[in-house]
């Protein structure tokens, strides 16, 4: 029985809320500050807040350096562990120092400053961190894109951010597939209004890329002859990174992060919600193109002297289902954090987890799974496997950490599979009705969380404070508002729904329906449209497109689907998993016009539906299970 506030984790979220200032400030202790900060937290510019305002520091310097003047240049920071290419590849922290010296020199050689935009385009090779912690060395913006984006993605990008350099690989290697991504590059640079000064190329064996010269620089030549380049005093308001996440539209909404509290937060939650400490083994087995990358992969596990894996392979088919177990068992990992759709791939490759036996998994501590909800079947089976404590955490790109977790470092709550637990000390989160009322608990509504938001989380959107103000702020005064709807039960936990967007979740990558919506109205002969999210076994969701022709349209409807689905791959990229598209004479409406999407998905997924009252024909309904029953959904 746990008494009122008798435990770390109520302690710490008590003051969090209470003693907000304080309670950073302390945290704040563990980062190797240049200047001291002039106040913990700026509420002068609502709901703008600012933490840490007047200090100094550097990203990099904490990630890196300090760690081998404080005797730990041996140990190794990062492990590649490559399947697709045979690798295993160990990097010391005194070797990271000075492969990102080296960059950040042949970034300075290039013309890049302090302030200027980098796009880092690259696979999961070590070189994606160099060139990331580079950037944040001498305090130019670093902007990944992830590399399963098509050539348009890259160019809105591009236009956004105006970098005045792109650090690229030749290639990515996708399972048994070679991406080649220099001919993705130029096209979108060929597209862009923006052109970047230079392109730094990483060459990879399995596809060396043409250079166009003198625009394109080849690492390999220009890193070994840089002048090795130190640390520069970063503000702690001054941005780190932009990454771009899907808004509601086809502009990708460019989420920034300041260098002082994100240092601040991450390192905090190293201890609090994952209990690691430093040389430990931290495996986030996820992608530096999202943002559990940056955070997880690259940031937090550096930024507190752990070994981080840099994995560049799938959980199932490189070799096989063992994979992830290999892993864990040959670089004795300590905690493994991915997204449940990681699990439900293996769980079905190998039910029964048999692969498990050929390897020592005794180094597992606990398994974090993110990035959607974590259905109870995956985490039992998990459970059952592993025999680790299994923990759903909550977060969005915005937030760059969790919103909700069961802080592993602070008090371990008992598990309610497809609950993330309780929020995390910082988060003030709420769930308020439609007319902004506190729900009851276990009433669902939107999801909330109190301003001001913890150090370490948006500061606002490049070059669009508006729109980050109608974005979180607007709908809900003194809230930040998450775009998922969900409940707090009566013991206080957490349960994340769904979002109260267009946004919806393909294997965990964020996707929005409205953008490949816009792509499927541009193509000549579709008049109408509508795009929602259907229920994938293996994913969790997946896109599902319905198009109205143009009078007069002679081509088959096979061919128009197929069609719209080759462009939503070529505007979007493959991330997009838009394969499942069919043509339809009519969309059902409200009779104000509302496309019913709600009706539809409820349809496909043989789901219970009440006929909406406000429908203008009945009828449309059955000619959509019709439609939908020829490309494989509904009854
Ligand atoms: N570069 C280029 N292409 C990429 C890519 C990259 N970095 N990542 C994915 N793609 C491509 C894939 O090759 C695939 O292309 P295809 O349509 O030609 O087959 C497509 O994008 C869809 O990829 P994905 O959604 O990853 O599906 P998959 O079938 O290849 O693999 C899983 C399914 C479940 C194994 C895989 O999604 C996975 O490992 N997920 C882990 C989740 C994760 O990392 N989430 C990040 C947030 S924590
Ligand atoms: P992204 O910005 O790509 O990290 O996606 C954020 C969105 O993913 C959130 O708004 C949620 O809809 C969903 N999400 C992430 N983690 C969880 C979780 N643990 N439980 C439920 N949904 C989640």
């Known amino acids: 029985m746990i008494n009122a506030k008798s435990n770390a984790y109520e302690i710490a979220y008590d003051s969090s809320m209470n003693d907000r200032e304080n309670f950073w400030a302390e945290a704040a202790k563990s980062v190797t500050w240049i200047k001291s900060w002039d106040k913990v937290l700026d509420e002068t510019h609502k709901p703008f807040y600012r933490w840490f305002p007047g200090g100094l520091l550097n990203t990099c310097y904490n990630a890196v350096d300090r760690h081998v003047e404080a005797g730990r240049g041996e140990q190794t920071a990062i492990i590649y562990d490559s399947p697709v290419t045979n690798t295993v590849r160990k990097i010391s922290y005194a070797q990271l120092q000075e492969q990102v010296s080296k960059v950040a020199g042949a970034l300075t050689g290039l013309g890049v400053v302090k302030g200027d935009r980098v796009i880092v385009y690259m696979p999961m090779i070590p070189e994606a961190l160099v060139s990331m912690l580079a950037c944040a060395r001498i305090g130019a913006i670093h902007s990944v894109v992830f590399g399963g984006f098509a050539a348009n993605e890259l160019a809105t990008r591009i236009n956004d951010a105006t970098p005045k350099a792109i650090i690229a690989a030749s290639c990515g290697i996708e399972g048994a597939k070679v991406i080649a991504y220099k001919p993705l590059l130029d096209h979108a640079i060929a597209m862009s209004d923006h052109k970047p000064d230079h392109c730094l190329i990483f060459q990879r064996e399995q596809s060396v890329a043409e250079l166009l010269e003198p625009r394109d620089v080849e690492w390999q030549k220009a890193v070994p002859a840089a002048h090795p380049q130190g640390c520069v005093p970063v503000g702690a308001n001054d941005p780190l990174y932009i990454l771009y996440t899907s808004g509601t539209t086809g502009q990708p909404k460019g989420v920034v992060r300041d260098n002082g509290g994100h240092a601040v937060a991450l390192s905090w939650t190293m201890s609090a919600i994952y209990d690691v400490k430093p040389g430990e083994v931290y495996w986030a087995a996820s992608d530096v193109g999202w943002v559990v990358g940056h955070s997880y992969i690259v940031y937090a596990p550096l930024l507190v002297g752990c070994t981080t894996v840099v994995y560049e392979g799938k959980p199932v088919g490189t070799p096989d289902a063992g994979a992830f177990w290999r892993v864990i068992s040959d670089h004795k990992v300590s905690i493994l954090f991915t997204a449940p759709t990681a699990f439900r791939a293996i769980k ?177 002969d579709v008049a109408e449209c509508a795009v929602f999210g259907v229920a994938d076994q293996l994913k969790g969701q997946l896109p599902l497109g319905l198009v109205c022709l143009k009078a007069g349209v002679t081509k088959s409807d096979e061919q128009v689907a197929a069609e719209c689905v080759a462009l939503v791959r070529d505007m979007i990229g493959p991330v997009a998993a838009f394969k499942h598209c069919a043509v339809i004479k009519r969309l059902p409406k409200t009779r104000s016009g509302k496309i019913l999407r709600g009706t539809m998905r409820k349809i496909a997924d043989l789901e219970e539906f009440k006929m909406p009252a406000t429908i203008d024909d009945p009828a449309i309904l059955e000619e959509i299970a019709e439609a939908l029953k020829k490309i494989g959904y509904g009854k």
């Open 348 to 524: 079905r490759e190998d039910s029964e987890g048999k692969l498990l036996a050929k390897y020592d998994l005794s180094s597992l501590r606990t398994l974090f799974l993110a990035g959607e909800r974590s259905d109870p079947d995956t985490v039992h089976w998990a459970e059952d496997k592993l025999k680790v404590p299994v923990i759903d955490h909550w977060w969005q790109t915005e937030t760059g950490w969790a919103i909700a977790a069961n802080c592993m470092g602070l008090h371990q709550y008992p598990v309610k599979a497809g609950s993330p637990t309780k929020p995390v000390p910082g988060w003030g989160v709420e769930v308020l009705d439609e007319v902004h009322e506190p729900c009851p608990p276990g009433k669902v509504g939107s999801l909330v969380a109190r301003l001001p938001l913890p150090p370490g989380t948006l500061t606002t959107l490049w070059n669009a404070d508006q729109r980050c103000f109608d974005s979180y702020y607007a709908e809900y005064p003194h809230f930040y508002k998450t775009a998922d709807a969900g409940m707090i039960d009566e013991d206080g936990y957490i349960h994340v729904m769904a979002r109260t967007d267009d946004i919806i979740n393909v294997a965990g990558h964020r996707l929005s329906t409205g953008a490949m919506e816009e792509i499927l109205s541009s193509h000549p």
